[in-house]
């Protein structure tokens, strides 16, 4: 079973704003609840190639999340691919809101290990992810505000 998870906010700053600070992937693990620290394993810090390690931890569980950046909008996405021990695909899209605001939506379709359970891992899971996500996205427009 695969855990698809959406969650979303509406920052009060314009999308070229609110992508400046979010194209900064070293700087996620200041606003995300889950990561600990990041290290890029790639030359390159952003675009379409960038490869990057980020250290996670949801509750007791730590792991290294193994990610490679798929997509790259300045502005308006970022997509990502998940290759390690938890699989899948994700992304960040910037969408231009009247009065200068931006809404971004952070989706994702991961798939578990079967020692994380598998399937039932991912159905138990997705609500504690949601609810980590979404502070973890109030914390990045607070940084606008």
Known sequence: MVARL????????????????L????RHSEWMVDAVA?????????GTGTTFECD????PIRLTDVMEITEWQPGRLMGVRHVG???????FRLRPKRH????????????FPWWMAGPIGAQVSAPVL???W?????????RFG
């Open 100 to 111: 200068g605001r931006t809404k971004v939506v952070w989706a994702e379709r991961l798939v």
């Open 130 to 132: 949601k609810r980590m």
């Open 23 to 26: 194209r900064h992937i070293e």
């Open 56 to 59: 996670t931890k949801v509750g």
């Open 85 to 91: 021990l938890v699989t899948g695909v994700g992304a």
């Open 6 to 21: 959406r969650v979303s906010v509406v920052i009060d700053a314009p999308a070229e704003v609110v992508w400046e600070d």
């Open 134 to 142: 979404r502070r973890s996205l109030a914390n990045l427009a607070a």
């Open 38 to 46: 990041i290290r890029f394993t790639s030359s390159q810090m952003e």
